[in-house]
């Protein structure tokens, strides 16, 4: 399959090449970028240095993909810069957004966090939800979700699912590595200024990533009635998300049993999600430069409270990963191709 990457000098986009030039059924024919243009791929992601499926492949405008001739295109582009990327792709040619652009179907949503009109919604790229996966299968156009939805949202739709917890008062805090705020220089991303730090940002309802949380939590079940209160938290660390999810428990007699149950029934057959042992507790270094997910539940009784804890790579699962995983649903091959749930830790 001829692939192509938008947007391809950022992490995100130094993970899908990383992945593509891995993967056994995809060529890839087109990195493009701004600022890059010109440059070799190696020169802006020495990690890629030496790999035999790049050839020494340089960096083009974002201009040259209406022309690769590609089987289908990543976007890996800032907000508001997919859909007029999108629009310029020959219509057979199909397509996984890693941006915002697509995943949100109210326009008031979008008009909250966003700038520049809303452009329509995709079919959701997070193929473990309930449904999800024929309609990936047969999409042309698909939306990976972003990465604090992608953890929050795993960890707390099965248990709305099956009416376990409400979804009218969800507290979700989850830390992120200093790579979800992308490559941008910023002052307050520098080594000085994040190691031996945690702080939180964008709290109060801020971020962008809130109501995807709300919109997958009413669609599994909650109606229109899901309230969230995110608050994400950059800590020390280049890559990993550790969310803590806790939601009101729909009945104080549902003990933790119950929730592991519903998660293990939700994810008994996925192939990179995994939910732990009793008494074991995800952790951000175990599912390091993967695609998978490591999950954990119980329930506070006295708080009348289900805590859920998700551990994902937000360049992984987050990002690239879960975008290779859409393609291949998308372009028929194995779920798994390309990919891997085992992290690379310590």
């Not at 939306?143 to 929050?152: D, K, S, V």
């Not at 291949?328 to 779920?335: A, D, H, V």
Request: charged fraction near 15%; aromatic fraction near 4%.
């Amino acid at each position: 399959m001829r692939i192509g990457v938008v947007g391809a000098s950022g992490y995100a986009g130094g993970e899908l090449l990383r992945l593509i030039s891995g993967h056994q059924e995809f060529k890839l024919v087109l990195a493009t970028a701004d600022g890059s243009a010109g440059k070799r791929v190696d020169e802006v992601h020495a990690g890629l240095t030496g790999h035999p499926a790049l050839g020494g492949l340089t960096f083009e405008p974002h201009e040259a993909a209406a022309q690769a001739g590609c089987d289908l295109v990543f976007l890996a582009l800032p907000a508001g810069r997919s859909a007029p990327a999108a629009a310029a792709l020959p219509a057979e040619v199909k397509v996984v957004d890693l941006g915002p652009d697509f995943r949100l179907a109210d326009p008031a949503d979008w008009s909250a966090h966003y700038d520049g009109a809303h452009a329509g919604r995709w079919v959701t790229g997070l193929p473990e939800l309930p449904g999800a996966r024929p309609l990936i299968v047969n999409a042309s156009r698909v939306a990976a979700p972003g990465c604090y939805a992608t953890a929050a949202v795993l960890g707390l739709v099965p248990l709305v699912a099956a009416g376990l917890v409400g979804a009218d008062d969800v507290v979700v805090v989850a830390a992120s590595g200093t790579s979800g705020a992308g490559r941008s220089l910023r002052a307050d991303l520098l080594g000085s200024e994040v190691m031996g730090s945690v702080s939180a940002y964008q709290a109060g309802g801020a971020h962008r990533h809130t109501p995807e949380i709300e919109q997958a939590l009413n669609e599994a079940g909650a109606g229109t009635g899901s309230r969230v209160s995110f608050t994400p938290v950059l800590a020390p660390l280049p890559r990993g998300i550790l969310a803590t999810c806790t939601a009101r428990l729909a009945s104080p007699s549902a003990g933790t049993g119950e929730l592991r149950a519903a998660l293990s029934e939700a994810y008994a057959a996925e192939p990179f999600v995994r939910l732990l042992g009793a008494g074991r507790w995800p952790a951000t270094g175990s599912v390091a430069g993967s695609n998978g997910v490591h999950v954990q539940a119980a329930a506070d009784r006295r708080a009348g409270r289900a805590t859920v804890v998700v551990a994902i790579d937000n360049l992984g699962k987050g990002a690239a990963g879960q975008a290779v995983q859409n393609a291949n649903l998308m372009l028929g091959l194995p779920e798994t191709a390309g990919l891997t749930g085992m992290g690379v830790a310590p």
